[in-house]
């Protein structure tokens, strides 16, 4: 697509308060010739990262369960989710330290190696944030003692969940896993057998 079929754009800031909320306008030429004025709101911060931790010996996963306040505004599952680790990127920091730190603060596993799976945008119609996915393996002996759970200074609080990994699958099944993410990360350790 031409991106002549863009033309005049305008971006008018509409709330900053956790992320940017913009209200944008612009032309935009249909394919019989005619242009329309749209306007759309774009929301976002910085990008962000997700990893699942899984053991190929052991077949488990590393998952959190946290409160999520869209899915509560929703009405959906109290607004809990159980979801794998994620966060934004810091500034002038990388998706893959970004990942390795998060991982740390939320579940309390120190990691070294990460695979990336993907960048992805969840909600192109809305959000303008894109999603590092990764896998990363793990041991027990990765697991620190007194770490995770969040961190208090950004008011987390987050149940760490080890879990078989084909009940994870199931979960999805039951519809008690219903992140995205989660779920992509999850089917990719499955389609490329990375757990048998």
């Known amino acids: ?3 002549k079929k863009i033309n005049n754009v305008v971006s008018k800031t509409i709330s900053n308060i956790w992320a940017k909320l913009e209200q944008v306008s612009f032309d935009f030429t249909f394919k019989n010739g005619k242009t329309e004025r749209l306007t759309h709101e ?37 607004g809990f989710s159980i979801e794998v680790v994620g966060g934004a990127i ?39 944030e894109q999603v590092h996915l990764y896998i990363a393996t793990y041991k027990e002996e990765d697991k620190l003692e007194n770490e995770g759970g969040g961190l208090a200074a950004e008011s987390e609080e987050i149940e760490v ?6 009940d994870a699958l199931q979960m999805i099944e039951n519809q008690e896993i219903i992140d995205a993410r989660t ?3 999850l089917y990719h350790l499955k389609i490329k057998n990375l757990i048998a």
């Open 161 to 166: 969940i080890e879990t078989d990994f084909f």
């Open 90 to 128: 810091d500034k002038n920091e990388s998706p893959e330290k970004s990942v390795i730190r998060e991982t740390r603060e939320e579940i309390g596993y120190v990691i070294s190696e990460v695979e990336k799976v993907s960048t992805v945008f969840l909600s192109p119609g809305l959000m303008r």
């Open 42 to 78: 774009v929301y976002g911060k910085s990008d962000g990262v997700a990893v699942l931790l899984y053991n190929p010996i052991t077949k488990k996963v590393v998952l959190s369960n946290q409160l999520r306040i869209p899915m509560y505004v929703a009405g959906v599952k109290n």
């Open 1 to 3: 697509m031409s991106s």
């Open 183 to 185: 779920i992509m990360l």
